[in-house]
């Protein structure tokens, strides 16, 4: 049974720039959610997809945007950087939408320059 | 709204000694809780949850808490720890009504054991 993957590990992005972060879920899981961890800071959770629709968001702007695809992975876009979106970001995967279940990834190490 | 509340940002503590790292929420209605571990450069691992039933409730690891609802608490504890357990712990909680499909986490308390 493999894991959750996310890619890639770290990126350096400059103020402005759009990225993508990309999560792998877990065999079988067909739910992704996604948080932010600042530096020092517990995760907060930005939004969550469930059979490729949003079910759910945190107090996240519009800038953050997600997808889901048909075999459950994920990615995670945000446009025009700032730089406290400098931070940890983690994916985790689960078997349904209740958060019980959760397999999280190592996470995307996010800096924002 | 909920919230959690992690009271030591950091706990020092030597090798073999016991330890309790603490944990309050805030809710009027009916919560699940969590506890995870996260090690350097890595996602969390959860070390146990209270759903329902008995209020003690055994990790991995060595590790268990206890759901105080009169309280509002849910401590982390082990009777002797480790090296290895030196990590960020992370308490969390799911608002069962209301509160969406999300853990809401405390700010984390570091444990470091030391020899």
């Known amino acids: 049974e493999t894991g959750v993957t996310q890619s890639p590990t770290h990126l350096i992005k400059t103020r402005g720039q759009q990225v993508t972060l990309r999560c792998s879920s877990q065999?079988?899981?067909?739910?992704v959610s996604w948080y932010q961890q600042a530096l020092g800071q517990g995760p907060q959770f930005i939004f969550q997809?469930?059979?490729?629709?949003?079910?759910g968001r945190g107090n996240f702007p519009p800038r953050f945007s997600g997808l889901q695809f048909p075999n459950y992975s994920s990615e995670l876009n945000v446009n025009a950087l700032e730089l406290d979106d400098s931070a940890l970001y983690l994916c985790?995967?689960?078997?349904?939408?209740?958060?019980?279940?959760?397999?999280f990834g190592s996470g995307t190490r996010l800096t924002v320059v | 709204a909920q919230s959690v509340t992690q009271l030591d940002s950091q706990v020092p503590v030597f090798e073999e000694a016991p330890v309790e790292l603490r944990c309050n929420y805030s809710?009027?209605?009916?919560?699940?809780l969590f506890w995870y571990v996260q090690y350097p450069n890595q996602g969390l691992q959860l070390l146990l949850k209270?759903?329902?039933?008995?209020?003690l409730v055994k990790g991995i690891n060595g590790f268990e808490a206890e759901f105080n609802k009169s309280q509002t608490s849910f401590h982390l504890r082990k009777p002797s720890v480790h090296i290895s357990d030196t990590a960020e712990y992370f308490c969390?909680?799911?608002?069962?009504?209301?509160?969406?499909?999300?853990?809401?986490f405390g700010t984390g308390t570091q444990l470091k054991v030391e020899l």
């Open positions: 985790a995967s689960s078997p349904g939408s209740s958060p019980h279940g959760y397999t």
């Open positions: 209270y759903l329902s039933g008995s209020t």
């Open positions: 969390a909680v799911h608002i069962l009504t209301g509160g969406g499909n999300k853990l809401t």
């Open positions: 809710s009027s209605v009916s919560v699940y």
């Open positions: 997809y469930y059979r490729e629709e949003e079910n």
């Open positions: 065999s079988g899981h067909n739910t």
